[in-house]
């Protein structure tokens, strides 16, 4: 059997894998050809839409790029912001606690 390399957990042909990846990307540039005629880079296509406003005029920050996801999350997040303080050493006494945690669990446990 020529071109088939067997490994220990079964074969891999890379005539089988080329044919593949060339049909694959066949299928891209297809796709891509009944795109959209009237695009054009460098224009006002190219610009986020802010509800009709220039984004220039707004100042977009990043949470609003997640508001649904935040939303859908609220009551998360706000038990996790009662205890958030930003402060390093809380940080690292929460990493020193589950450390020790997860030692007593492993040693318990018979490792």
Same mark, same amino acid.
């Given at each position: ?9 079964? &074969? ?5 894998? $080329?044919?593949?990846? @060339? ?9 891509? &050809?009944?795109? *959209? ?6 224009? *006002? ?10 984004? $220039? *005029? ?10 649904? &996801? &935040?939303?859908?999350? =609220? ?13 390093? =050493? =809380?940080?690292? @006494? ?18």
């Amino acid at each position: 059997m020529m071109g088939l390399l067997q490994t220990g957990t079964g &074969f891999w042909n890379p005539l089988v894998w $080329s044919v593949s990846l @060339f049909i694959i990307v066949l299928l891209v540039y297809f796709i891509r &050809f009944f795109g *959209e005629k009237k695009y054009k880079p460098g224009t *006002e296509q190219t610009m986020p839409f802010c509800s009709g406003s220039h984004p $220039s *005029e707004l100042p977009i920050r990043a949470n609003s790029i997640y508001w649904g &996801f &935040f939303k859908a999350m =609220d009551k998360h997040y706000k038990a996790l912001n009662r205890i958030h303080t930003g402060l390093l =050493d =809380d940080y690292v @006494f929460w990493f020193i606690i589950v450390i020790v945690i997860m030692l007593t669990v492993l040693s318990i446990g018979g490792l």
